[in-house]
């Protein structure tokens, strides 16, 4: 028998690194396919799953930025990364038999549809995956963010942050051998602490909307599928 999963629809964040694998930029292929075949073995329990998906292994706008562009111009560079992921993240998802739809916060018509909300929700009912591209459409954001608002706006049950990290800790667990991973806490206490979870505007909009995040890992194999078995991976936030 099929274990049975504790959510049924919900929203990964994964950043542009995570499809980087050991490679300095760009996308790795086996990272990417395997990634995308956690994907499928999640959506096969029947769990609904958007994707939202960053640009930081192609451009970041703070650093173009930094470097002397105007940033509001770097930004819609970093937008735009996003929708090459994604167009990557669809194709390698179609070729494991997925069926992924790529919607764009930012009008490319001739490349991907435009985000249209209930469009969104009438693909995920149809059991196909939605990503979620171009982050919010607007300079000034991340995909951080992009992940809290898409997140609310579909109604999902928890926003997943794959990280390179299995959680959050109470220190550096790179630097502090006695740090320890919190197996839940709320955002309160999470901004008590000064945990670096999410930028500030998707940690507020969480938040408010009373929108858990579970931070896990993304290198570690069969992770995401644990937590979507309500297993102990990573942390909760919870409001
Ligand atoms: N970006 C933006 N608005 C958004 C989402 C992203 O301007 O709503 C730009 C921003 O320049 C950011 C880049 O796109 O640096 C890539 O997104 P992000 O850094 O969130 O990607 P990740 O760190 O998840 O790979």
Redesign the pocket.
């Known amino acids: 028998a099929l274990a049975t999963p504790v959510h049924k629809r919900i929203l990964l ?6 499809l980087m694998g050991e490679d300095a930029f760009g996308i790795n292929r086996a990272t990417i396919e395997r990634i995308v075949e956690e994907i499928a073995e999640v959506t096969r329990l029947g769990v609904e799953v958007a994707v939202v ?13 930094s470097a002397g562009m105007d940033r ?1 111009t ?6 735009l ?2 929708v090459m ?1 994604a167009l990557a993240l669809a194709d390698a998802m179609d070729k494991k038999g997925l069926t992924a739809r790529v919607m764009s ?1 930012i009008a490319i018509e001739q490349v991907v549809e435009p985000y249209v909300r209930p469009k969104a929700l009438q693909y995920l009912e149809e059991g196909k995956v939605v990503v979620f591209a ?13 992940a809290a608002l898409r997140g609310a706006e579909i109604g999902a049950e928890v926003v997943l942050k794959a990280t390179k990290v299995d959680g959050v800790y109470t220190a550096d667990p790179q630097k502090d051998p006695a740090a320890q991973r919190y197996t839940r806490l709320s955002f309160d206490e999470a901004m008590a602490r000064n945990l670096g979870i999410m930028d500030a505007t998707a940690f507020a909009l969480c938040r408010d909307q009373k929108l858990p995040v579970r931070v896990f890992s993304i290198v570690k194999h069969g992770a995401l599928l644990r937590v979507v078995l309500g297993e102990d991976e990573g942390t909760l936030v919870y409001a």
């Open positions: 964040k994964l950043s542009g690194e995570a998906i960053g640009g930081g292994n192609i451009f970041r706008g703070v650093a173009g930025g509001a770097a930004d819609y560079m970093g937008m990364a996003t992921n916060a171009a982050g919010t459409g607007n300079p000034f954001f991340t995909t951080d963010t992009a």
